[in-house]
Nanobody, 123 residues
Framework: QVQLVESGGGLVQPGGSLRLSCAAS????????IGWFRQAPGKEREGVSC????????YYTDSVKGRFTISRDNAKNTVYLQMNSLKPGDTGVYYC????????????????WGQGTQVTVSS
């Protein structure tokens, strides 16, 4: 079993950057593909990005391609989401979760959700 904890959220102006971290305990992260998801008030949780167990494959939803970068450091049991050129539409609670692969970016297909970290993009 793995437990995940997100951190790194905050308030940033449009065009700014944040780096989110997803830290694992209870098990090593190298057994899991890790997805990042976000949820705005009143909206469904949407998949943002996923990284394979080794880090060799990455996936992004269209709205963040070219702006966000997912990476992992299995030695540190941590997955990162570097978010650049942030827009107000990126605002929401960001979560990480695990799966056996990145073949899906649908939230119901993931397990071991973290508690989330708030990202607010506003001037």
């Amino acid at each position: 079993q793995v437990q995940l904890v997100e951190s790194g959220g905050g308030l940033v102006q449009p065009g700014g950057s944040l780096r989110l971290s997803c830290a694992a305990s209870g098990s090593t992260l190298d057994y899991y593909a890790i997805g990042w998801f976000r949820q705005a008030p009143g909206k469904e949780r949407e998949g943002v990005s996923c990284i394979s167990t080794s880090g060799s494959s990455t996936y992004y939803t269209d709205s963040v391609k070219g702006r966000f970068t997912i990476s992992r450091d299995n030695a540190k049991n941590t997955v990162y989401l570097q978010m650049n050129s942030l827009k107000p539409g990126d605002t929401g609670v960001y979560y990480c979760a695990g799966r056996h692969s990145c073949s899906s970016l649908a939230a119901p297909d993931y397990t071991s959700w973290g508690q989330g970290t708030q990202v607010t993009v506003s001037s």
